[in-house]
């Protein structure tokens, strides 16, 4: 059985900084990709970014130059670095694992950006 536990949200001013962590257990040992989505009030849940098992990244327009996903593997975490956020930032922020076809879900961390 596979789990995600998504950690890290909170509340940051714009301009600010937050760093999203995903720690995941199970067998995840032939997972293709790992990713990062994000849901506003009233929004379809979006991607933000995802990251191959050979570290390939993809990232939404709108985060371009401003997140970084990345993995640590010997910790099994994943990680969503986000500077320079913006009010439009602001949802919930879940991370997601496909293991040969099979998606997984966190449980997600509200990320909230307002002065």
């Known amino acids: 059985q596979v789990q995600l536990v998504e950690s890290g949200g909170g509340s940051v001013h714009p301009g600010g900084s937050l760093r999203l962590s995903c720690a995941a257990s199970g067998n995840i040992f032939s997972f293709y990709t790992m990713g990062w989505y994000r849901q506003a009030p009233g929004n379809q849940r979006e991607l933000v970014a995802t990251i191959t098992a050979g570290s390939s990244t993809k990232y939404a327009d709108s985060v371009k130059g401003r997140f970084t996903i990345s993995i640590d593997n010997a910790k099994n975490t994943m990680y969503l670095e986000m500077n320079s956020l913006k009010p439009e930032d602001t949802a919930v922020y879940y991370c997601?694992?496909?293991?040969?076809?099979?998606?997984?879900w966190g449980q997600g961390t509200q990320v909230t950006v307002s002065s």
């Open positions: 997601e694992i496909n293991i040969l076809g099979r998606i997984y």
